[in-house]
């Protein structure tokens, strides 16, 4: 008998009467208690034998149940045979016989107790009675072995198909958007869409939009690399909008001028929204592969709601390839586009077209989009059927897990979860960059690049031109002593994660907002940049006005920009190119636009480190970088803490491009993210007009560019904000030809004297050493040229006017024309006939 309550009870009182009055030793009451708590647990183990079923839970026997079996074994030891021909001993009738078989099953319930299953039967029955009688001894005896093991499946249940329903009728199908959640049979229209028997799974269903399709509100999406998509895109728009019964006028946008994808394809414009879009397909990088792999980063984000897309009324897919050409990847991304959709919940109400632009053409896109009109019209339910086949390949390797990690007990890893979906074929594949059958490097190639490899790309600037001609140096070479002929622009990753609406590049550079492509290794950059460098310098061999001395020098690349284009702290080997740089004795100078707070922690020593402040306010931000990221404002503060405390030791430099009518009003949100930084230089630099940016998406004009003394006033009231908080920032230098002017922390002003230049020689020395050093390790004295209010043209060169030279040559012509005139009138006026004299006046 296992011991009690009333038990326990005693002996802790009486070790406590012990304790407490008697005084006794702490010890011995404690090994007291221990020893009964020893034995009470032996004891109830001895007592208590657990019981479970297949469903792993411990039941009791009834009374009733138990003396049946005893009776039944008694019945046995007297002699009666269950298998016996006739009767037995005392008259027990055969429960086997061909007569009584059925009889006997009928009047006990049960099946028959036959021959093998006897001693088995007589084994369950004298447990059954064993724990029956120690469950009346102790009746909250539970037996938990094997609770929570979970039971091993061999198939995976399959997923609950999406229905969607109608708003508007609320009895003729059940809603179920959600997973896993039971569909009520009688609301489904058709008794042949019910459950299958073999599997609890809708194999099709009938689906009703959110709202009827005329009076949805169209949108037709483009992406478009040569044309032929937006061509198409506008015969599409073109025959919806002369749909008479359409109740709103579709709307043409392109994808690649959206700001923010995901205010489209995670919250939906309109309750009524209806895409259509027509997607061509390239097997190089291109604006398209953006859009999707910001959808499948939506699908695999947990923060994002689980079918966003489910809001709209619906969706379809024209791809555009050639079938010629890529058999295999025709229309690929159209399909992957489709694929996406429909995992965020999007409901197909048309086929995916998919066009050959060599066979088809035109007359196949108006077929489609015709065809596609007459559809609208009809706003029947719409068969969904689902695809088996994607439960076939889980469960398969469902099956394969099973067998593999039985010891886990179906327990899985969150992470081994989280990479699943990464195997999907629909998945972003790993391309080039930049290929030269693209017409990304065509366009690039247009523009004097040499892409190097298939990310990389390097150009001379035109300030690197002027200063072999001796037609003036770079504003780096007033502010900090760069050499513009030595110096080598170059960007490891021409692909940016922001499209700025001053990019002098127009947006033809790729995007992304991580690195997605095949990487080349720095060596190989390096030296092909360097190359390539060199056989642009060799061109200008043949230019007047060369100086044969810089030329020379020029040969010998002593300073690298990394900045030209696109995004250089996203090249995943960013760290070992510079290191590559500062081997070969070239000094390196880092830009980065403030969206990869994880690069630029990581970031070693660079001779300087910029970092890209276009606007003071988020909204601004957004107006003026159009970022990738939803949370850039977030990303740039982050940048900028890191800039203060772990890259405290680098020269930073915060680089202001001023836009006129986006960012030049708050002067004091600037002050604000100053402070935040502490960076040990603010470069003001006037945004420069690179012709018309329409393929940006946000064109400037010349109204948009300040004028220089529009950027010496902001200067002036930013320096005053600044000083007015105590931060210690002054104005030092400048370059009036380039509208830049810098702003410097007092620190470099050492004995009344400006220090903004770097002494090149002691950096390299410095790094050579092994040591840590900071920034004023290596500054030199700022020549009295390039300070504030001198203009900081450098010396040695001769400044050349452009607008006084084309005023010069206007006034000439117009000298010419005036001259060439007036000669002509003279000649007229000689060569007209003399006229008659009358007779009257000849006598």
Not at 196 to 220: G, R
Request: hydrophobic share 30%; proline share 4%; charged share 25%.
């Amino acid at each position: 008998m296992p011991l009690n309550i009333i038990t326990t009870i005693t002996v802790i009182s009486a070790v406590a009467v012990y304790y407490f009055l008697l005084g006794g030793r702490f010890s011995v009451s404690l090994m007291i208690l221990t020893t009964y708590a020893i034995y009470y647990t032996e004891n109830n183990k001895t007592n208590n034998e657990p019981v479970s079923d297949n469903k792993n839970t411990a039941v009791t026997s009834t009374t009733s149940a138990v003396e049946e079996d005893i009776e039944l074994i008694k019945t046995e030891k007297k002699g009666g045979s269950c298998c016996s021909g006739g009767n037995g001993k005392n008259g027990g009738s055969g429960c086997c016989s061909s007569k009584n078989k059925n009889s006997a099953t009928k009047k006990s319930g049960k099946s028959c107790c036959c021959s093998g299953k006897k001693k088995k039967l007589t084994k369950e029955n004298e447990q059954e009675s064993d724990t029956s009688s120690n469950d009346d001894s102790d009746s909250m005896t539970i037996d938990f072995t094997g609770s929570f093991v979970t039971k091993k499946k061999k198939m995976k249940s399959a997923r609950t198909p999406k229905v969607f329903t109608n708003s508007k009728n609320d009895s003729s199908i059940q809603s179920s958007i959600t997973e896993d959640v039971p569909i009520d049979e009688t609301k489904i229209t058709d008794k042949n869409i019910l459950k299958s028997n073999d599997a609890e799974l809708i194999k099709s269903a009938l689906t009703i939009s959110n709202d009827t399709l005329l009076n949805s509100q169209i949108y037709v999406f483009y992406s478009s690399l040569q044309g032929a998509a937006e061509r198409s895109a506008i015969k599409v728009h073109k025959i919806l909008s002369n749909m008479e019964e359409l109740k709103n006028e579709p709307k043409l946008m392109n994808l690649d001028e959206l700001n923010d994808i995901d205010e489209y394809f995670v919250d939906v414009p309109c309750e009524n929204a209806l895409y259509i879009l027509v997607l061509p397909s390239y097997d190089v990088d291109c604006p398209l592969d953006y859009f999707l792999q910001t959808l499948e980063e939506n699908y695999n984000d947990f923060r994002v709601e689980g079918f966003p897309l489910r809001k709209l009324v619906g969706y379809t897919v024209l791809g555009l390839g050639d079938l010629e050409t890529w058999v295999d990847k025709f229309c690929y991304q159209a399909r992957n586009a489709d694929h996406w959709i429909a995992k965020l919940g999007g409901r197909r109400i048309f086929p995916v077209g998919e066009i050959c632009m060599k066979t088809g053409g035109d007359p196949k896109i108006e077929e489609w989009a015709t065809l596609l009109a007459e559809t609208l019209k009809d706003d029947e339910p719409i068969i969904y059927e689902y695809d088996e086949t994607c439960d076939i390949e889980e469960d398969a390797g469902e099956m394969y897990a099973d067998d593999a990690g039985s010891d886990d007990e179906g327990l899985a890893d969150v992470e081994d979860l989280a990479g699943k979906e990464s195997k999907n074929k629909n998945s972003m594949e790993i391309k080039q960059m930049v290929t030269k059958e693209s017409p990304t490097y065509r366009n690039l190639t247009k523009q004097g690049y040499k892409v190097v490899g298939s990310h990389s790309g390097v150009k001379i600037c035109r300030w690197t031109k002027n200063e072999l001609r001796g037609k003036g140096s770079c504003y780096k070479k007033s502010l900090f002593n760069i050499a513009s002929s030595r110096c080598m622009e170059l960007t490891p990753s021409l692909a940016c994660s922001s499209k700025c609406v001053f990019c002098w590049r127009h947006g033809t550079n790729p995007v992304s907002k991580n690195w997605r492509w095949e990487t080349d290794d720095p060596e190989y950059i390096l030296e092909n940049a360097l190359a390539a460098h060199y056989s642009m310098i060799k061109q200008m061999r043949g230019v007047p006005g060369i100086i044969a001395e810089r030329f020379t020098k020029a040969f010998k690349v002593g300073h690298c920009a990394l900045s030209l284009v696109g995004e250089p702290i996203m090249y995943p080997h960013i760290n070992r190119f510079v290191e590559l740089l500062h081997e070969k004795e070239i000094t390196s100078f880092l830009v980065c636009n403030a969206q990869h707070p994880e690069a630029l922690e990581s970031v070693g020593k660079v001779t300087q480190l910029y970092v890209s402040i276009d606007a003071p306010t988020k909204d601004e931000l957004k107006k003026v970088d159009r970022p990738l990221y939803k949370d850039f404002w977030e990303r740039m503060l982050q940048c900028l803490d890191i800039i203060r405390t772990k890259q405290s030791h680098q020269r930073t430099v915060f680089r202001l491009t001023l836009v006129k009518g986006f960012n030049m009003g708050d002067i004091s949100s600037y002050a604000d993210l100053v402070q935040r930084g502490q960076p040990c230089f603010i470069e003001v630099k006037g945004a420069t007009f690179s012709g018309s940016s329409n393929g940006n998406g946000n064109p400037l004009t010349m109204q948009n560019i300040p004028y220089y003394e529009e950027c010496k006033k902001f200067v002036k009231n930013f320096s005053e904000e600044l000083q007015r908080r105590g931060l210690g920032y002054e104005v030092a230098a400048e370059h009036a030809h380039s509208n830049c002017i810098l702003i410097a922390n007092t620190n470099f002003k050492v004995n009344g004297k400006w220090h903004t230049h770097i002494d090149f020689d002691k950096f390299f020395e410095l790094l050579n050493s092994g040591k840590d050093f900071t920034y004023l390790d290596y500054i030199s004295k700022t020549p009295e040229w390039a300070l504030f209010g001198n203009g900081g043209f450098a010396p040695g060169n001769v400044r050349e006017f452009r607008k006084e030279k084309k005023i010069q040559a206007k006034k000439i012509r117009l000298e010419e024309e005036i001259k060439s005139q007036d000669l002509t009138e003279v000649i007229d006026e000689v060569e007209k006939p003399m006229p008659e004299i009358p007779t009257a006046v000849k006598a």
